[in-house]
């Protein structure tokens, strides 16, 4: 069976070695600090929350704006070697179990990956190389994360399968 | 709703300040690399796999016991402060997805950090200050994963009542 990690990088076209590229330099330390991540998450999510797609606007319609830019921000910079500002305050990632009420599909992860490459061409306190390594990281991310959603999927059904053909008791 | 981090605040008794410790000093750096994670690894799983309790030995009866020894040690290093070897070769930790197939009880973490103290005190490479920090940090996390498993059974018997209740189609 392919691991997540095999589908991430076969339905990304991103190789293991390019997504975890970021981690050859400290990203946080040579962008400059918080701001550069505080503006690529805000003008992602105005993309977001005004995305002319209805069906994938509607997946961020239960969280408000300020907390998805804070949530995505902190974990930006902790995973690009900043201070760990996610876990102080929400805990671990954990990003698969975090994703699991919403419908990480491929169209989902192809609507975010274009939002998320616009944002980076307007976002001017990343420089061109940056970008490069933050987008295969993120392809390579939203390609696991949809690797991860069909698997937690595929594993209720099993249970609900077996729950359902057992007898009553 | 109480959030996964509060419940694992609250479970464990570890302040959130206090689990993220680890994140105070490098770690990694302070220890001298590699060894002193593969040492503790080594030891907590050959306690793991010899542990008289079969209910608890079983939970990794499927797992070879060198590869449960890389992927903590892996996950370890990254985590604290050294090169993200769990990530290049198997993708985000995903801690909550990763452990899915297990039964993560509250007797499981109590089991686990059961064996966990005794490792960190057969592992000498390990300064008693570093120790203190390891441990809150896997009392946070263990709890943290508790927390994780009931929120994900919960939603799963959630969809399972609701597909069942489908009228037959």
Redesign the interface.
Known sequence: MQ???EK?SEWSGVA??DA?AI?ETNLFESLGGNQPFIDLSTNFYTRVYDDEEEWFRSIFANSKKEDAIQNQYEFFIQRMGG??LF???????????RH??FPVTREAAERWLHHMQLALDTTSTIDPDSKIKMMNFFK??AY?LVA?NE??RQ??SV??KH??SKPPS
Chains 1, 2 share one sequence.
């Open positions: 691991s997540l990690q991430a293991t070695s975890f981690d201070p760990p876990s102080q305050r929400r805990g671990h990632p954990a990003l698969i179990a699991r009420p390579h991310t696991f991860g698997m937690t594993a209720q249970v609900c729950a359902a």
